[in-house]
C-alpha cells in the first residue's frame, strides 16, 4: 500500500506543473470571457438604453445652477440621493461646512433713454437685492483721472448714478470670426487696438487706487445706486458671471451687445438712462454637502475605486458643462455598474462634490475627512471639462501608472479608447479640479479631459451654459468608458503603486475652506 501510495504521489508530481497551467489558463479565459461579458452588457445599456438625457433635463432643467449656498445646490444634493436609492445604490448626503447662503431673484433691465430697449443683463453671484425698489438713473463711464486723488474728488459724482467699470469692447465678434472673413490687415489692427485698449483701461482703474474688488465697494459707498460690468468671454453674445462685491446696492453684467450701446452714448454726451429692478435673499450660513453614493465591495471592501464630478456651479447658466455633464456622467456610470457588476471585487464610490468652483472645498474635506479611504483608493476618475467625449489621459506623475492604466484601457472596446491621447508618467495636476485634491494627497487621482467644444469661450462659467450645448453622443461615450475603467480597476489583482516619478515636483495639499462668504 506504502509502494502504491508513493508511486502515486510520484505520478501527480509529474502532472502538477503542466495542471496547474492548465487551471491558470482556464482562469484567465474564464475572466477573460467574465471581462467581455460585463463591458458587452455596459456598452449595449449604455448606447441603447442610456439615461443620460433623462438625468440631464431633471438636473438641468428642472432644478438649475447649483451655486454653493444656494437651494438649489441643496435640492441638487437631495435629488441625486433619491435617484441613486430608486437604483438600489446607497447613497448619503455628508456635510462637510456652510457656506453664505443666497438666493437669486428676477432681474429687469431696460434702457428708458435716449430711447428704449429691455437690456440682457444678469446679477452677479452673491448680489445685494433691492426688494420691491426699482432705481431709474443715469448711466455714466468710470473716468480717466490723473491719479487716486483725482478719483477721490471725483467719487462724489457717482452719487444716484450707474456707474460702469469694465472696458467697452471693440467687437463683439470672436477672433476666429475675423480670422475667417477679415483681411489680415484689418484683423491686426483690431487685436492692437484692443490690446492696447485693455492696456488703458487697466491703468485707469489701478489709478483710482483701488482694484477690480474694491472699486465696487467704495463706489457703492459713494452712493452709486449700482455697478454695471461686462465680463465679456469672447464668443458671440456670452459673459463669464463669477461674483459680486458690492454689499449694499446691485452688481449686474450687461453683455457686450448692450454695454457697448450704453457705453457709446455716455461717451457721446446722451446721458442714457436705465431702469433696474433686482431682486435676492440673504439667507444667513447654510450646511455644505458632498453627495457619496457606494456599490459595497464584497472580496476587497477596504479598498476603493471612486467616479468623481463637482456638482457645484456658477448661476450664471445652469451649469450644464461645467459640470452637468460629468456629474451625469458619473451617475450613469454607477448606474451601468449596480445592473451589470453588482458585487464588485472593491468597493466603487462615487463623489459629487460641493464648492468646486471656490477652490475645490468639497474634494479637499472629504480627502481630509477620510484618510483610510485615500490611503486605500485604487484610482479616482474625474470628469469636469466640458460636454466633450474623453481625449486625454495623464498619469499625474505616478511612476507605474501606465502599467495599470494600460491593463484597464486595453479592455476598454476600440471605440471609446482610439481616440484618447496618453501621457505617463504625465505630471501632477495642482488644481483645476478635483482629481487634484487627491493627487495632492499622494492618491491616483486622474482626469478624463475632454474634447473643447469651444467650452472656454462659450460655456465655462458663462450665461449660455445651458441643457442646449450638452452632446449627448459624447456624454453617453464618457459613461461607458468611466463604468468600464472603474471595472476593470476594481477587478484588477494588483494595487495600484502610488510611486512617484523621480524629479516630479509635487503640489502642495492646500486645506478646504469650511466657512465661506461669511464674516467670522
Known amino acids: 500500500m506504502k509502494k502504491t501510495y508513493q508511486n502515486i504521489n510520484f505520478d501527480l508530481r509529474q502532472l502538477t506543473k503542466p495542471f496547474v497551467l492548465g487551471l491558470l489558463l482556464c482562469s484567465s479565459t474564464t475572466f477573460a470571457q467574465t471581462n467581455?461579458?460585463?463591458?458587452?452588457?455596459?456598452?449595449?445599456?449604455?448606447?441603447?438604453?442610456?439615461?443620460?438625457?433623462?438625468?440631464a433635463h431633471e438636473l438641468l432643467d428642472g432644478i438649475g445652477p447649483r451655486l454653493v449656498g444656494t437651494p438649489q445646490m441643496k435640492q441638487a444634493n437631495d435629488w441625486a440621493v433619491a435617484?441613486?436609492?430608486?437604483?438600489?445604490?446607497?447613497?448619503?448626503?455628508?456635510?462637510?461646512?456652510?457656506?453664505?447662503?443666497?438666493?437669486?431673484?428676477?432681474?429687469?433691465?431696460?434702457?428708458?433713454?435716449?430711447?428704449?430697449r429691455s437690456l440682457e443683463?444678469?446679477?452677479?453671484?452673491?448680489?445685494?437685492?433691492?426688494?420691491?425698489?426699482t432705481s431709474v438713473a443715469e448711466v455714466i463711464i468710470l473716468p480717466d483721472l490723473a491719479d487716486s486723488i483725482a478719483f477721490q474728488k471725483w467719487l462724489p459724482s457717482a452719487k444716484g448714478k450707474f456707474v460702469m467699470i469694465s472696458m467697452a469692447q471693440p467687437t463683439g465678434r470672436p477672433d476666429y470670426n475675423w480670422q475667417e472673413f477679415a483681411l489680415k490687415e484689418s484683423f491686426e489692427k483690431m487685436k492692437a487696438q484692443r490690446t492696447a485698449q485693455t492696456a488703458a483701461w487697466r491703468n485707469r482703474i489701478?489709478?483710482?487706487?483701488?482694484?477690480?474688488?474694491?472699486?465696487?465697494?467704495?463706489?457703492?459707498?459713494?452712493?452709486?445706486?449700482?455697478?454695471?460690468?461686462?465680463?465679456?468671454?469672447?464668443?458671440?453674445?456670452?459673459?463669464?458671471?463669477?461674483?459680486?462685491?458690492?454689499?449694499?446696492?446691485?452688481?449686474?453684467?450687461?453683455?457686450?451687445?448692450?454695454?457697448?450701446?450704453?457705453?457709446?452714448?455716455a461717451e457721446s454726451g446722451k446721458?442714457?438712462?436705465?431702469?433696474?429692478?433686482?431682486?435676492?435673499?440673504?439667507?444667513?450660513?447654510?450646511?455644505?454637502?458632498?453627495?457619496?453614493?457606494?456599490?459595497?465591495?464584497?472580496?476587497?471592501?477596504?479598498?476603493?475605486?471612486?467616479?468623481?464630478?463637482?456638482?457645484?456651479?456658477?448661476?450664471?447658466?445652469?451649469?450644464?458643462?461645467?459640470?452637468?455633464t460629468g456629474t451625469i456622467t458619473m451617475m450613469e456610470a454607477m448606474r451601468l455598474l449596480k445592473k451589470y457588476y453588482p458585487n464588485p471585487k472593491r468597493t466603487i464610490l462615487v463623489g459629487h462634490w460641493g464648492s468646486e468652483e471656490q477652490g475645490l472645498n468639497g474634494s479637499r474635506a472629504f480627502v481630509e475627512d477620510h484618510p483610510e479611504i485615500v490611503k486605500n483608493l485604487q484610482a479616482l476618475f474625474n470628469q469636469d471639462n466640458g460636454t466633450g467625449r474623453v481625449v486625454n489621459l495623464a498619469g499625474q506623475g505616478f511612476a507605474n501608472s501606465k502599467d495599470y492604466l494600460g491593463r484597464w484601457l486595453a479592455a476598454v472596446p476600440d471605440t471609446l479608447k482610439n481616440r484618447i491621447k496618453l501621457d505617463f508618467p504625465g505630471k501632477p495636476g495642482a488644481g483645476g479640479s478635483d482629481f487634484a485634491s487627491f493627487v495632492a494627497a499622494g492618491a491616483p487621482g486622474f482626469s478624463l479631459s475632454s474634447l473643447s467644444w469651444s467650452y472656454g469661450s462659450y460655456t465655462w462659467h458663462t450665461n449660455r451654459d445651458t441643457y442646449d450645448k450638452v452632446v449627448f453622443d459624447d456624454v453617453k461615450s464618457n459613461a461607458m468608458l468611466a463604468a468600464i475603467m472603474a471595472y476593470m480597476a476594481s477587478e484588477d489583482p494588483e494595487k495600484s503603486s502610488t510611486v512617484k516619478a523621480e524629479g516630479v515636483k509635487w503640489p502642495v495639499q492646500n486645506k478646504a475652506t469650511r466657512r465661506g462668504g461669511l464674516h467670522n
Open 271 to 324: 446721458k442714457p438712462s436705465i431702469s433696474m429692478h433686482t431682486e435676492s435673499k440673504e439667507l444667513g450660513a447654510v450646511p455644505t454637502f458632498n453627495t457619496i453614493a457606494e456599490i459595497k465591495g464584497t472580496e476587497k471592501p477596504d479598498e476603493y475605486v471612486m467616479l468623481s464630478a463637482h456638482f457645484d456651479s456658477w448661476d450664471g447658466g445652469t451649469g450644464a458643462t461645467d459640470n452637468g
Open 83 to 116: 435617484k441613486y436609492k430608486s437604483w438600489g445604490i446607497a447613497a448619503r448626503n455628508e456635510k462637510w461646512g456652510e457656506w453664505r447662503g443666497w438666493e437669486r431673484g428676477i432681474s429687469h433691465i431696460d434702457m428708458v433713454s435716449p430711447w428704449v
Open 206 to 265: 489701478a489709478k483710482t487706487g483701488f482694484t477690480a474688488r474694491t472699486l465696487p465697494v467704495a463706489l457703492e459707498n459713494a452712493g452709486a445706486v449700482g455697478i454695471i460690468t461686462n465680463n465679456w468671454s469672447a464668443g458671440f453674445g456670452v459673459s463669464k458671471i463669477f461674483s459680486a462685491y458690492t454689499k449694499k446696492v446691485p452688481t449686474v453684467d450687461i453683455a457686450l451687445e448692450d454695454y457697448g450701446l450704453l457705453y457709446r452714448l
Open 121 to 133: 443683463g444678469t446679477q452677479l453671484a452673491w448680489s445685494p437685492g433691492m426688494g420691491k425698489k
Open 36 to 55: 467581455k461579458a460585463v463591458i458587452d452588457n455596459i456598452m449595449s445599456e449604455g448606447t441603447n438604453n442610456s439615461q443620460v438625457e433623462k438625468l
